[in-house]
C-alpha cells in the first residue's frame, strides 16, 4: 500500500491510498472532507484508510512475499485497524518494508524500530538516490 498526493491546478488537495496488488484507490486525506480527524488542513478518511489500506496490508501478509508499507504517518495512525494491520505484517514471517514518518510519535512506530529484525535507514538528501538499489537487495537476499 502506499499513499500519493494529489494535486489540482498544482495545489496538493489531498492524498490517495493505493493498494499496488490489485490496485484499488481511496482517499487518505483531503481538504475538503468535511469530517475525520485533521491533521493540518486534511481530514483524514478512515474508511478508505481501513477498506483500502489496512486491507491491503493484510492480503499482502496473506499472498505476497513481501509486505511494503508507504506510510506510517500521524493520519494513519488515527486508525486502530490500520495499526493491527501494520502489526500484523511485522508480526509475520515476511519481509517488511515501511515507510515510517520521521516525526510521528505512537507506541507502534517505537516498537517498530525497536525489534530485533528491524533495520531502519533516514532518508537524506545524499543518500536518496542510493537507497532504492539498497533496499531492492537487502529485500531480496531475505527472499532468496
Known amino acids: 500500500m502506499i499513499s500519493r498526493e494529489v494535486r489540482k491546478s498544482g495545489v496538493r488537495v489531498g492524498f490517495e491510498i493505493i493498494d499496488l496488488t490489485n490496485g484499488n484507490l481511496g482517499w487518505l ?7 475525520g480527524p485533521q491533521v493540518g488542513k486534511y481530514r483524514v478518511n478512515i474508511k478508505d484508510l481501513e477498506n483500502v ?11 505476497c512475499d513481501v509486505v511494503a ?5 500521524p493520519m494513519e495512525l488515527f486508525s486502530p485497524t490500520f ?3 501494520v502489526k500484523q505484517a511485522l508480526n509475520s514471517q515476511k519481509p517488511v518494508l515501511a515507510v515510517m514518518h ?13 525489534r530485533e529484525d528491524a533495520e531502519t535507514f533516514t532518508v537524506t538528501p545524499a543518500n536518496r ?6 533496499l531492492t537487495k537487502r529485500i531480496f537476499d531475505l527472499c532468496s
Open 29 to 35: 486525506a483531503q481538504v475538503s472532507q468535511k469530517s
Open 53 to 63: 489500506g489496512a486491507k491491503a496490508i493484510a492480503e499482502a501478509v496473506e499472498k
Open 69 to 73: 508499507i508507504d506510510e506510517i504517518g
Open 83 to 85: 495499526k493491527q494491520a
Open 102 to 114: 520521521a516525526k510521528a510519535i505512537d507506541t507502534l512506530i517505537n516498537e517498530a524500530k525497536r
Open 129 to 134: 538516490e542510493d537507497l532504492p538499489e539498497l
